[in-house]
């Protein structure tokens, strides 16, 4: 065998580990997100297989970086990727074990999930995008079944791992469905994040008993919203749900009259609200079933048996005169932390460590001084940059929003059609994340499913932009 072709199958194979890589990846994520695995044995050696196969993929296309470094926007994550670096080490005394290891997630995320090799075709984007798609709809329709069986079979339990002193919740526990989930606002932004994975494939398929079967498990995604009482996965979901319609109606109406854009729109606006209104709906539907048979029940049986007012959705924990839960006053708190000092406003003060410099230097801060708990995030991607890594990781993200609006906006109707749908997901799950990163840790700071997916998807979005763009100019 020649040095050429022995150099070309060893390319082959590294094709293949790469691709491989992203589903070891999101299994390490997803193994870390559900509350049954969370803290298990089994996270460990996934963990180590991740970080080894990663470094090795990140070395290899840093000597190949030719075939690499032309990825749209990879300037900006390099930028972002330096702010982290910089904090951490600035930092140092400040949770620098858990700070490197998030360095360790946005490199991984940035080099291998979001960037794509130079000769990748846009068919083969497509091809491993779809990929994704399913392996995501199979794990969440599993978790999101899982789910249901515990809320029917009255699981609820809190338990608690003496060795981090973490509390989790298993089922159905203060009055809302966690079920597998070790969050169930994670839970919920992915269930909008598999119903608009289905309904891609609805569009895509032509075989009515699949239509039907995507159909029924888009109606179980979203009663798992209704049941777990997010409000985020609610918003993410009409959100999610209005982008879609919106890039396809925008898409099919390119060259018509300027009317049927602004209708466009503005059926988007209303998918938008019944997005969100919809699991909302359904939560009401199911509260009332519930007290109707918890009626009905003692009416005939006249004692205690049957007693389903524990299933109700009720968040009583909740603050029933604010409506961000918290929110507003922490984002102060984080603007105070923010200006403390010349350093804090350039590099920031890391994201494990805010809460223990605000102890430190602003004891008073509502994130260390309240009646509720200490904050270690601020439900929040821009003020989580804001505290962890200040000026530089805002400006850093800025540019990369800069750059990934200007590639889309200005190559969007470039697109072929046989590759529309693979935009049209991929900026939907985009904006759909970076949505609900408004209202929680979605996209930088928490390691998930949906951490994983929002890079993948973003950077097949690009990478297909980024191909029909050069098939354009030629």
Known sequence: MSKLESFNKFNKIFKIIEN??????????????????????IITPVMWLSFII????IVYRLFNYKKYYKMPALAALTLLLFSICLSTVLNYNYSFKENFILCVYWAISFYII????????????????????????????????????????????RIIRPETGDEIYIGFVIGRLWGVFLNPNQGA???????????YFIIKTRKKWLKALFIADIFCMFMYIALSDSRTGAVCNGIIFGTFFLCLFLYKTREKKLWLKIVS?????????CGFIVPRQLKNIYNEGITLTNSILHEEENDDKGNFSDALIDRGYDLSDDISNRRFDAWKGAVELFLHSPHTIIYGCSFRGFTEYAKENQPDNYLVNNDYLDFTTLDNEFFNILDANGLIGIASAVFLIVCVLASLIKNYFKVEKRYQPIIIIGVTTAIGLAAASMFGSVIFYNFS????????????????????KEVKNK
């Open 189 to 199: 932004i992915s269930a909008s994040l598999a119903s608009a994975m289905l309904v």
């Open 20 to 41: 491989f890589y992203v589903y070891l990846f999101f299994f390490y994520a997803m193994l870390g997100s559900i509350n049954i695995t969370h803290g298990s044995k």
């Open 265 to 273: 729109v503005f059926l988007s606006f209303l998918i938008i609200i």
């Open 114 to 157: 979001y960037t794509r090799h130079e000769d990748k075709t846009s068919e083969e984007i497509k091809k491993d995008t779809e990929l994704f798609l399913k392996i995501f709809i199979c794990y969440m329709t599993i978790a999101v079944i899982v789910s249901f069986v515990f809320l029917a079979a009255g699981v609820s339990e």
């Open 449 to 468: 499913p949906n951490m994983v997916t929002f890079w993948f998807m973003l950077g097949s979005a690009m990478k297909v932009i980024k191909n029909s």
């Open 54 to 57: 990663g470094f090795g993929i």
